[in-house]
Nanobody, 124 residues
Framework: QVKLVESGGGLVQAGGSLRLSCTASGLTLRDASMGWFRQAPGKEREFVAHILASDGITHYVDSVEGRFTISADNAKNTVYLQMNSLKPEDTGVYYC?????????????????WGQGTQVTVSS
């Protein structure tokens, strides 16, 4: 059974940085495709970033390109999301998830296993 546990969220001022971690059990990360999503109050869950852990290929939503970096440490079975130059609009609960093979990487329904989420709040 796949279990994903996120950590690293918190309250930060605009322009600050946070690093989120997603530790996985029940899967071999180097064989997985992993994504980060976020959900603001009253809004749909939004794709943020994706990584193919076997070769490190990454994809980002346009709004975070150049500010966020997704990475994977296969030895630790952990995926990271380094977030720099944070903006108030980055506020939300951030989730990591494992994507089903062959499914679109930016669509939430493509992902079967989700963590419990970690809250990120960016103050202006």
């Amino acid at each position: 059974q796949v279990k994903l546990v996120e950590s690293g969220g918190g309250l930060v001022q605009a322009g600050g940085s946070l690093r989120l971690s997603c530790t996985a059990s029940g899967l071999t990360l180097r064989d997985a495709s992993m994504g980060w999503f976020r959900q603001a109050p009253g809004k749909e869950r939004e794709f943020v970033a994706h990584i193919l852990a076997s070769d490190g290929i990454t994809h980002y939503v346009d709004s975070v390109e150049g500010r966020f970096t997704i990475s994977a440490d296969n030895a630790k079975n952990t995926v990271y999301l380094q977030m720099n130059s944070l903006k108030p609009e980055d506020t939300g609960v951030y989730y990591c998830a494992k994507r089903r093979s062959g499914f679109a990487l930016s669509v939430a329904s493509s992902y079967l296993s989700w963590g419990q989420g970690t809250q990120v709040t960016v103050s202006s």
